[in-house]
Every structure is written in C-alpha cells, then in structure tokens.
C-alpha cells in the first residue's frame, strides 16, 4: 500500500511538472529541457514499482485456486465420509438384525431342549411303567403256573384220598399200597427223632421206609408240592425210619433191615459230629432227597403203616 501511495504521488508530481512544462516553455527553454530530462529519467522507475503488484495479484489469484480446490477437496472428503459412517450405521443394523435372528434361535434351541428332555422323561417313565407291568406279567404267570400245578396236584391226590378213605385212617394218604402220615401244617409240633418215631408207634405205624425208587419220587414230589419256598431247605426237612446209631455207618430200617438203596445228597452221609439219623428233603432231584442230622434236632416227620381191608 505504501508503493502504491507513493506511486500516486509519483503520477501527479510527473503530471505538475508536465503542466508548467507546458506553461513555461516559451518563457524558459533551457529550463523546459532540464525538466524533461528529468521526466525521462523517472518513467522507468513508474514501469518497475507495478510490476510487484501484478505479481501478488498472481500469486494472490493462486493462493484462490489453491483454495477453491482445497475447499473442493474436503467437501468430496465430507461426502465421503458422510456415506461411510451411512455404511457404518447400515452395517450395525445389519450385525443388529443378525444378532436378533441368532438370538432367536438360540431361544428356539432352549425351548426345543427343553421339550426334548421332557420328552425324554415321559419316554423313562413309559419304559419303568412297561418294565413294571411286564414284571407284574411274568409274576401273574408264574402265579398261574403254580396254581396249575396244585390244581394238577391235586387232580391226582384225588384217586389217593379216594383210596385213603378206603384204606387208611383219616389225615392219612394212601400211597403205593401204604398209608402214610405227613404233618404239613404247623400245628404239630417238631420233634426229635426218637420222639418222632414213639408218635407213630403210638397210631400203629412206625417212622417211614422209602426203599424203593418210586417211593422216594412220590414221597419228595408229594412234600415239595407242600414246602414254602421262602423258607430255607434245612427248615423243610422229615424224619424217615433210617438211623446207624447202633453200629456207625450201618444204617438200618425200623424193622432191623440194612439200607441196601439208598437216595443220599452228594457228600452224604456225613457223620458230621455224630448225626446218626436221616431225613428226607424236597428236593428237585429225588435221588438226592436224604442228609443225616443229629436226632436231637426238631422236624417234622413220616409215618408208615398198613392200610385197612387190604389182602
């Protein structure tokens, strides 16, 4: 601004002096030629004093350019980063709507396994209720089979006790030609073996002789068709007519006879501490229906005697 002021001064100076130039000419010639030599001289420095100004008119016009771009710049830069975090906000409603759609699922999984275990509970107790009514099944049958089996038992006691009646006093059965006795019931006391033997002695008969293979299979089917199976084996024996109290290891009838067949369990007689009397069983096998025990012991035991009317 100052180069400019000065300019102006410069300009009206140069058009003064051009003015009494003008004026003076006729009157002073010598001094109109000093003057205008000066004039001369000063036109150079005016030329040179703009040439600065055209330059920062350029330069300024530039710096303008420059800023029209700049400012062309960040406004591409703002709508592009405008339209990114429009991308970013479409992407989190995107992972907002997967999130929602996982969420869903995850749910549907809970309540499917939850449906699944309760399913699978139902399913258990359907299988204990099955497992159950079969049980109760094969109780019931095992129930019928052995009512069946009495039934037949007793279909064929009949022709015994039909028999019995003919032949032997009552409560007696009668059996290949003899009439037995068989305390079943628990009324009637255990007894020892020699007491056993004096009960029957005392109704005529004696304790009984099984020397026959099919007296030992009636006699043991006929005793296991009566035995509590919740009692133990040793609780279900019968004094018969067999002892080697007299002579060890010869055992003998009532009537004085040797056993010559005899129908031991395995490993007996044992004559374990002296059990020198024997017994009956009901057995599955009645070829090893027999044990010796010692006579002290308290059973139930088996008379023999003759039947009535028989010749």
């Not at 002096?17 to 003008?22: A, F, R, S, T, V």
Request: proline share 4%.
């Amino acid at each position: 601004m100052a180069e400019e002021g000065n300019s102006s001064s410069f300009v009206a100076t140069f058009d003064k002096l051009i003015c009494e130039d003008n004026s003076r000419t006729d009157e002073n010639p010598l001094y109109s030629s000093q003057d205008k030599q000066q004039v001369s001289m000063s036109m150079p420095r005016l030329e040179s004093s703009r040439i600065p100004y055209r330059l920062l008119t350029v330069i300024l016009a530039v710096m303008a350019v420059i800023l029209l771009a700049i400012n062309i710049g960040l406004g591409v830069y703002y709508n592009q980063l405008t339209g990114g975090q429009q991308t970013i906000k479409d992407i989190h409603s995107e992972v907002a709507k997967l999130q929602a759609g996982y969420n869903a699922v995850i749910q549907k999984k809970i309540d499917a396994k939850k449906q699944l275990d309760r399913e699978l509970g139902e399913q258990q107790r359907l299988k204990w209720d099955l497992e159950h009514q079969t049980k109760r099944s094969k109780d019931y049958e095992k129930q019928i089979h052995k009512i069946q089996d009495e039934v037949s038992e007793l279909k064929s006691l009949i022709p015994l006790l039909s028999m019995s009646c003919r032949h032997c006093n009552p409560g007696w059965t009668f059996l290949h030609h003899r009439c037995y006795y068989f305390p079943f019931y628990e009324l009637p006391r255990r007894r020892w073996w020699k007491d056993a033997r004096q009960f029957c002695q005392n109704l005529g008969g004696d304790l009984a002789v099984i020397d026959t293979r099919e007296k030992t299979v009636s006699i043991t089917k006929l005793i296991k068709s009566h035995h509590d199976p919740e009692r133990s084996i040793y609780q279900k024996g019968f004094w018969i007519g067999l002892s080697d109290s007299d002579e060890e290891n010869i055992w003998r009838w009532p009537d004085g006879r040797i056993l010559i067949e005899s129908y031991w369990n395995d490993d007996e007689p044992n004559n374990r501490y002296n059990q020198d009397c024997g017994a009956t069983y009901p057995r599955d096998n009645p070829f090893k229906a027999w044990e010796d025990n010692y006579c002290n012991d308290n059973m139930k035991w088996i008379c023999e005697m003759d039947p009535h009317g028989m010749s």
